[in-house]
């Protein structure tokens, strides 16, 4: 038997048996039949305000429930809005599918309205691009879709549909509107690494007195955060994380070295004594090398990641593990069973234990600031006490990533802390929170972002107000492009301020004046208060507008900036 259908609504019954999540999406005359059928059949389809947002929200469920984010757009400015999402998701490892709408093909190239050589420009931000030419073909290129997403590094990929392939009406069987199930989630497949390499790598493990794993995003994307905390209490291997690797071992745990690179707790010193480092879903940029200067020449390290390309990129690796993160741990799992580490590696453990004692001495200072403004120290400790095991806190771009990812403590094991970080874009945190609380709606979820970075998204409240998600936005608001206002002050000194400042604004009461929940927070008695009443509040979004220091020396998590020298090439912060 053969059914009449659209190929919109091919399209839609397509996302359906792939078990489509939610799909964010502003719709045009060219998707018209696929949002028709997504009516028809009840896909939780959301209208989104801007198309960026659709492609962060879409990226930060795709992180926290590793299934596919899904995001549509129409020709032309829609198609063009995506960008900056989809590259996000791509430097990440996020698997997303984005549906965009294209010219009838009859009259492309006939200056058509909102035309545009969409598809060159999308090509570079997505892993893969497919362009759908033959409507009978719709089946098969979407099931292909969702196999590219979630194979390999997982990654974004646009899906080009023509007006007149979605609005062309078929005779197809419906038997033929299947998916695999195997490609709904990444990793899809999982690849075990070369067993001579994996040899190697355990022999160099095996008798290393002090031996540091450095873990990266790609843990998460791998799902190994419990393996890689099992194998690291097993053999007695501190480890230390990346901002988007924070969660690949509980920040509780004795062998938990924090953050290294350009923030760091005890990790850079640790990785300059450590004799064996061993690179877990890491693609040691800039960030996390500190400008390609941690780890130190002459280190010996084994570099475990499922893109070949990665390993040697920025430091030669003595043992390349080509593979995915969850299956290479669990085979040097298997490869170390039975070898008693050295002796001399317990007093390594040990040594972890002792300075992030030190360490956590030196911060309290700030974690436990009464300075007015409220210090992000401040509002960092108050997270750590306040915020449940499994909460899910996301951290735009700028200074709230990387006050997050140095003093926020992850207390269990897995995909908690949700920096944008790759590509760092600001806007992130609010539809990063939204699509988060899609795919956790059990857990409670937070979101730091700053007042420039809010101003671009405002417009999502309404969104996740009309989805009634309870999801909670901390501005921090310092009236200033924070980031940029501190670079300056490290560059050229106090009062050189070039279009850093932003009007002074009371985001508490923009919240209630869009029918959701705020309260203005000025000082640090206040904070803990607002954000318990954040935590309760049910009934859709709340803003805790949190007022914080206006002093660009005190914006950034290093050492005060006026005691910083910094020199021609540098880049500090």
Not at 158 to 177: F, M
């Amino acid at each position: 038997m053969t059914n009449e259908m659209t190929g919109g609504e091919v399209l839609a019954r397509m996302l359906q048996a792939h078990g489509a999540g939610p799909i964010f999406g502003m719709g045009g005359f060219q998707l018209l039949p696929f949002y028709d059928a997504c009516r028809r059949l009840g896909l939780a389809h959301s209208l989104i305000n801007d198309e960026r947002c659709g492609a962060f929200a879409a990226d930060a469920y795709a992180k926290v429930s590793g299934r596919v984010g899904l995001v549509d757009a129409t020709l032309g400015p829609g198609a063009t809005n995506l960008v900056t999402g989809l590259v996000e998701a791509l430097n990440a490892g996020s698997p997303i599918v984005a549906i965009v709408g294209d010219t009838h093909r009859a009259h492309s190239w006939k200056n058509m309205t909102q035309e545009a050589r969409q598809s060159e420009i999308l090509r570079p931000a997505v892993k893969e691009l497919i362009r759908v030419e033959v409507t009978a073909r719709l089946p098969e290129l979407v099931r292909r879709a969702f196999a590219v997403a979630t194979t390999g590094r997982p990654g974004p990929v646009a899906l080009i549909v023509p007006e007149d392939v979605c609005h062309d009406t078929i005779a197809i069987d419906p038997e033929s509107l299947v998916a695999n199930p195997r490609y709904q989630m990444a990793p899809a497949l999982r690849a075990r690494p070369d067993a001579h390499a994996l040899a190697e790598a355990a022999a160099l493990l095996a008798t290393a007195e002090r031996p540091l794993i450095l873990a990266g995003g790609g843990v998460h994307i791998s799902r190994a955060a419990q393996a890689l905390q099992a194998f690291a209490e097993r053999f007695g291997i501190p480890v230390a994380h990346t901002m988007s690797g924070k969660g690949a071992i509980a920040c509780a745990s004795p062998l938990s070295a924090g953050l290294f690179g350009r923030y760091d707790r005890i990790a850079n010193g640790l990785i300059a004594e450590a004799d064996v480092l061993l690179a877990i879903g890491c693609k040691l940029g800039e960030i996390a090398t500190k400008r390609y200067t941690v780890p130190p020449p002459g280190k010996t390290l084994i570099h475990l990641d499922i893109v070949a390309e990665e390993i040697d990129r920025t430091y030669p690796a003595a043992v390349a593990l080509w593979g995915d993160a969850k299956a290479g741990v669990n085979a040097l799992n298997d490869a170390l069973a039975g070898k008693a580490p050295p002796p001399a590696r317990s007093a390594w453990a040990d040594q972890v234990v002792t300075r992030m004692a030190a360490w956590r001495e030196s911060a309290r200072e700030r974690l436990e600031s009464e300075e007015v403004p409220v210090s992000m120290g401040r509002l960092i400790g108050e997270l750590n006490r306040l915020l449940p095991a499994d909460a899910v806190l996301v951290a735009d771009g700028g200074f709230a990533a990387h006050w997050g990812g140095l003093l926020f403590d992850q207390r269990q094991a897995g995909r908690g802390f949700l920096p944008d970080r790759g590509f760092a874009s600001i806007g992130y945190g609010l539809p990063g929170a939204m699509g988060a609380k899609l795919a956790a709606p059990e857990r409670p979820v937070m979101a730091i972002t700053g007042d420039g970075g809010f101003n671009m998204v405002l417009g999502e409240l309404e969104t996740a107000r009309r989805m009634g998600l309870a999801v909670t936005i901390i501005v921090v608001n310092n009236a200033a492009s924070g980031y940029v206002k501190a670079l300056q002050h490290l560059m050229y000194g106090e009062g050189a301020y070039q279009s850093s400042d932003l009007a002074e604004t009371n985001y508490a009461r923009v919240a209630e004046a869009m029918g959701c929940g705020g309260v203005r927070v000025e000082t640090p008695d206040a904070l803990a208060p607002a954000l318990k009443q954040a935590l309760a509040h049910a009934d859709g979004p709340f803003v805790v507008d949190l007022v914080v220091t206006r002093d660009p020396a005190k914006m950034l998590p290093a050492a005060d900036s006026r005691a910083v020298q910094v020199k021609k090439g540098d880049r500090v912060a």
